[in-house]
C-alpha cells in the first residue's frame, strides 16, 4: 500500500491513515514552519509598553520615592524606603514575565512533535500538515501553536501552552504594580500636605507627571482587572479563549440563541454552565498551566504540565500517568 492511497482528507480538517506504520509526513521536516511574525510592525505595541514602563519608574522614583526619602523625618524615609523596595521587586518580575512573554515560544509545532501523533489527527490546511489537538493556525505568526490562546500584539508574541503561565503573571503583576503605584502615589500628595517640608513639597512639575502617572495606573487597573480575571476563571476551567469562542457559540445555538447578542460576547464568567470536555477540575486544571511545584506558581518560566499534544480527559482514569514535566 503506498503512503498516497493510505492518507485521505475527511471532514472537519481529520486526516486518517489506515495503515500506522506508514510515514504521516515523508518531508514533515522541510514543512513545519518558521515563526513569520513581522517585527517590524509588530514593534511598536512593544515599544508603547516599554515607554509606558519607563515614564511610570521615572516619574515615580524621582518625585515620588525620592522626596519621600530625602525627608527630616525618620517615619517619612521609612515610607519612602518601604514603597521602593516593594515597586523595585515587582516591578522585576513584570519586567522578568514581560521577558519571557516576548521571547518564550509559545508552543510551535516540531518535527519531534509529529512523531507522537497517532493514526488519526487534525489537520492544518494552511501549514499543510498535522497538528496537535487543542491547537490552532495563528494568521499573525503563519504558523501552528499548541493550545493557542490569542495572538497578543502587546509582547508581539502568541499567548499558547508554554507561555501562557507567563502571560497571565506579566498581566497579574503589572495591574498590581499600577495599584501600588497609585496608592503610593496618593500617600506621598498627602504627607506633603500634611508635613509641608521643603524636601516633600509638591511642586507644578511634581504634580503634572505624577498626575499622569496616578492616570495611566488607574487605566491599566481598569482594563487588566477584568481582562485578567476572566483568563483565571478560563484556566480553571481548562478553555482557551478560542475554545471558549467555539463553546459559547455552541451552546448559544443549543439555547436557541443569536450569537450576537450581550451575553455572547467575551466574559467567561458568565459561562460557568458551559460544558467542556477537558475540564479537570478547577485545581487539575490550575497545574496544567501552572505546574505541580507551588514554589514556581509565581515565576513566569514555563512548568505546565504535559507535552502540549495529548490532553487527559475526565473519564481517562489512567491520565495521572501522563508525562507531567515540561523542562
Ligand atoms: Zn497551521
Ligand atoms: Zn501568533
Keep these: ?60 522614583i524621582f518625585f515620588s520615592s525620592r522626596p519621600l526619602m530625602k525627608s527630616g523625618d525618620k517615619r517619612i524615609r521609612l515610607v519612602g524606603l518601604v514603597s521602593l523596595l516593594i515597586y523595585c521587586t515587582l516591578l522585576a518580575f513584570t519586567l522578568l514575565s514581560f521577558l519571557f512573554c516576548v521571547f518564550l515560544d509559545p508552543g510551535s509545532v516540531s518535527a519531534i512533535d ?78 506633603s500636605f500634611v508635613y509641608e517640608e521643603p524636601d516633600t513639597k509638591m511642586h507644578v512639575l511634581h504634580w503634572i507627571l505624577l498626575g499622569i502617572t496616578m492616570f495611566l495606573a488607574f487605566m491599566i487597573v481598569l482594563m487588566l482587572t477584568s481582562f485578567v480575571s476572566n483568563h483565571y476563571y478560563l484556566v480553571f476551567r481548562n478553555m482557551t479563549s478560542l475554545e471558549y469562542w467555539r463553546n459559547k457559540r455552541e451552546y448559544d445555538e443549543s439555547q436557541g440563541r443569536s450569537t450576537q447578542d450581550f451575553k455572547s460576547r467575551w466574559c467567561p464568567m458568565l459561562a460557568e454552565h458551559m460544558a467542556h470536555r477537558f475540564d479537570l477540575g478547577p485545581y487539575e486544571n490550575f497545574k496544567q498551566v501552572f505546574g505541580n511545584n507551588p514554589l514556581f506558581w509565581i515565576f513566569p518560566w514555563p512548568t505546565a504540565i504535559g507535552n502540549g499534544i495529548d490532553w487527559p480527559l475526565p473519564e481517562d482514569e489512567d491520565h495521572s500517568a501522563r508525562p507531567n514535566s515540561d523542562t
Design 1 to 60: 500500500m503506498s503512503s498516497s492511497s493510505s492518507r485521505r482528507i475527511e471532514a472537519d480538517n481529520i486526516i486518517v491513515t489506515d495503515n500506522p506504520n506508514v510515514p504521516l509526513l515523508p518531508s514533515k521536516v522541510e514543512t513545519l514552519r518558521p515563526c513569520t511574525k513581522t517585527w517590524f510592525k509588530g514593534t511598536l505595541p512593544l515599544i508603547i509598553v516599554i515607554f509606558l514602563f519607563s515614564f511610570t519608574f521615572f516619574t515615580y
Design 114 to 191: 509529529l512523531e507522537s501523533f497517532g493514526t488519526k489527527l487534525p489537520y492544518c490546511q494552511i501549514c499543510n500538515q498535522p497538528k496537535p489537538e487543542r491547537s490552532h493556525h495563528c494568521s499573525r505568526c503563519r504558523r501552528c501553536i499548541k493550545k493557542m490562546d490569542h495572538h497578543c500584539p502587546w509582547i508581539n508574541n502568541c499567548v499558547g501552552w508554554r507561555n501562557l503561565k507567563a502571560f497571565l503573571l506579566f498581566c497579574s503583576y503589572t495591574a498590581i504594580l499600577a495599584m501600588i503605584v497609585a496608592g503610593f502615589i496618593i500617600a506621598r500628595i498627602i504627607i
